[in-house]
């Protein structure tokens, strides 16, 4: 059988068994090579979900932030070799947000076959859950640091919303969530409506749709919890 290389979706939270299908969690239980965002995540993660081998004998290759784009066709030897590989995010799904999508274009590029696993989308759930446009929405990553540019962009993509009638989604680092909100509420109008999706999947799971002006008038801290951000332009 031709090696694939396989894109494993992780949990957001809690236990792989309640996030993950049978049947993806049985395909990489067959796996013994991965690419992988953080090796001490990632064997938390493979012993988990019962790795019929001592985790020991897995062979975990590093991919992340850092990689620099010539050292990732090198991660691609287990294909050459004929043996599957599997790719590991973080949280949710690799390659989205991520640097994965850089061994998936370069696997693509060598003529490998390329299969996403069915997992859990913090954008897709997220988008799901809050009511806005679902026919027309882009994820717009992670917006600019600094002040002055994170307050254009947003009034750039507040503006795209409205002429577009689309939902525009983003994230931040969990540090920075509260920094984030805090500029949305002073950018945008009153009117446009902005939802805040926190700990998917979690137990403490919260999920709040109002216009910017509602927020205003009872603004909360969202503290370090993951937090998607959609927002639609009235």
Same mark, same amino acid.
């Given at each position: ?27 990489? %239980? ?28 897995? %062979? ?9 784009? %010539? ?90 919303? %409205? ?72």
């Amino acid at each position: 059988m031709p090696a694939i290389l396989y894109v494993v979706p992780t949990p957001l939270g809690g236990s792989p068994a309640d996030a993950l299908p049978p049947p993806t969690l049985q395909t990489i %239980r067959l796996l013994d090579n991965f690419v992988v965002e953080n090796e001490k995540s990632a064997r938390a993660f493979l012993a988990a979900i019962g790795m019929p081998r001592p985790l020991r004998e897995l %062979r975990l290759n590093r991919l992340d932030e850092h990689t620099p784009p %010539r050292d990732i066709d090198a991660l691609l030897a287990p294909l050459r070799e004929g043996r599957s590989l599997g790719l590991l995010s973080e949280a949710g799904c690799p390659a989205i947000a991520d640097p994965g999508a850089g061994l998936v274009a370069a696997a693509h590029d060598a003529g490998f076959r390329v299969a996403p696993l069915v997992g859990p989308s913090a954008i897709l759930l997220a988008l799901m859950a809050s009511g806005l446009e679902g026919q027309r929405f882009a994820f717009c990553g992670y917006l600019p640091r600094e002040a002055p540019a994170r307050l254009r962009r947003i009034r750039e993509l507040e503006q795209r919303s %409205r002429t577009e009638r689309e939902t525009e989604i983003f994230i931040e680092t969990p540090y920075r969530n509260d920094v984030l909100l805090s500029a949305l509420l002073s950018a945008c109008t009153a009117s446009t409506r902005l939802c805040l999706a926190t700990d998917l999947t979690l137990p403490d799971q919260s999920i709040a749709l109002r216009s910017v002006g509602h927020w205003r008038r009872a603004p909360q801290a969202i503290g370090r919890r993951p937090t998607v951000f959609l927002m639609l332009a009235g």
